[in-house]
C-alpha cells in the first residue's frame, strides 16, 4: 500500500510539472504582449513598458523566465494577476467555491441518472434495455455547450422554470449541472450496465437466486458492488471531463467560477492566473485518481488476498 501511494504521488508531480509547462510554453507561443496588459494602456510611455519589462523579467531569455517561474512555484508564490492586480491564491480562493458547487451538483445528478438506468436495463428484454442503450449514446453525443444552451431556451427563456443568467442558489445550479452531467452518466451508466450484465451471469448470483433472494436485492446487494469496479476506473476520465467542461458550462449559463475565470486568463495572457488555476486542476485530478487507485482494494476483496 505505501509503495503504490508512493509511486502515485511520484507520478502525480510529473503529472503537474508537465501541466505547468504545457501552459507556459503555449501562452508564450500565442500572440500578444502581456506589457500591454500590465499597464492597462495602449499607447504607455517607453519608460514605463521597459520599467515594467525589467521589474517581470520579460527581457530574459524564456528558459530563464521559464526556471524562475518554477522556482516561485516551488516556494509556493504563484504571483499576482496581470488583469485582476490581485494574488492568484485570492483570485482563485473567490471563484473555487462557485465551481465546487457544479461540481458536486453534476457529480450529484450524475449518480441520480447512471445508477438508476443501469438497474434498470442490466440483463432486461429488449424492449427495455434498447431505449436505455439508446438515451446513453444520445447523452454521449449530444456537446454540453449545446445541451446547456437547448435547456436555457426551453426551461428558463420559454417555460421560466428557472433562472436564465448567472444566478445564484439552488435553482441556478440545476441547468448548468444538467448540461455537465450528460455525457458522464451515459458512459458510466453503459459501463455499469455492462458490469452487472456480467456480474448477473455469475455462479454466485445464481446460488443467491436460488435461496430465494428477490431480484431487486440480488442487484442491489451483489450486482452493484462488483460491477462498480470498472466504473472506478472512469473516475480519472470524469474528473477530467467535469473539470474542462465547467469552462463550457459556466461561460453559456454566465455562472461565476474556475472556468469563466480561466477564460478570461487564458484570453488575456494572464500567465499567473492560468498557471495557477492549472495547478488546482491538476492537484484536483491527481488527488482523484490516487483515491481511485487505492479504493480498488475495497471494492474488490479479491485484491488485497492477492496481494496477502
Do not use: C
Request: hydrophobic content about 50%.
Amino acid at each position: 500500500m505505501i509503495g503504490a501511494v508512493a509511486r502515485r504521488l511520484g507520478g502525480s508531480v510529473l503529472v503537474l510539472w508537465g501541466a505547468v509547462t504545457v501552459a507556459f510554453l503555449a501562452l508564450h507561443l500565442t500572440s500578444g504582449d502581456p506589457v500591454d496588459l500590465l499597464t492597462g494602456l495602449r499607447a504607455s510611455s517607453d519608460g514605463l513598458r521597459a520599467e515594467i519589462v525589467r521589474e517581470y523579467g520579460l527581457d530574459r531569455p524564456l528558459a530563464l523566465q521559464y526556471l524562475t517561474f518554477l522556482s516561485h512555484i516551488l516556494q509556493g508564490d504563484l504571483g499576482d494577476s496581470y488583469v485582476l492586480h490581485l494574488p492568484v491564491r485570492t483570485a482563485i480562493g473567490q471563484q473555487l467555491g462557485s465551481t465546487l458547487q457544479l461540481l458536486a451538483a453534476t457529480v450529484v445528478v450524475t449518480v441520480v441518472i447512471a445508477v438508476p438506468a443501469a438497474l434498470l436495463g442490466a440483463g432486461r428484454r429488449p424492449w427495455v434495455r434498447t431505449p436505455v442503450s439508446l438515451l446513453e449514446g444520445l447523452g454521449v453525443a449530444v456537446p454540453a455547450f449545446w445541451l446547456g444552451t437547448l435547456l436555457l431556451g426551453v426551461f428558463s427563456f420559454k417555460l421560466r422554470w428557472f433562472p436564465a443568467l448567472g444566478a445564484p442558489g439552488i435553482d441556478g445550479l440545476v441547468l448548468p449541472a444538467l448540461a455537465l452531467a450528460a455525457a458522464p452518466a451515459a458512459v458510466i451508466a453503459r459501463v455499469l450496465r455492462r458490469g452487472l450484465e456480467q456480474t448477473l451471469d455469475e455462479p454466485f448470483v445464481t446460488t443467491a437466486r436460488t435461496r430465494g433472494v428477490g431480484e431487486a436485492a440480488v442487484r442491489l446487494r451483489h450486482g452493484l458492488r462488483h460491477g462498480l469496479l470498472p466504473v472506478a476506473t472512469l473516475v480519472g476520465w470524469l474528473t477530467g471531463s467535469l473539470i474542462g467542461g465547467a469552462v463550457v458550462v459556466e461561460s453559456v449559463f454566465s455562472r461565476q467560477g474556475l472556468g469563466t475565470l480561466a477564460v478570461t486568463a487564458v484570453r488575456n495572457k494572464d500567465l499567473p492566473l492560468v498557471i495557477g488555476i492549472v495547478l488546482v486542476a491538476g492537484l484536483v485530478y491527481t488527488v482523484v485518481n490516487t483515491a481511485v487507485d487505492l479504493s480498488y482494494r475495497l471494492i474488490d476483496p479479491r485484491l488485497r488476498t492477492r496481494e496477502a
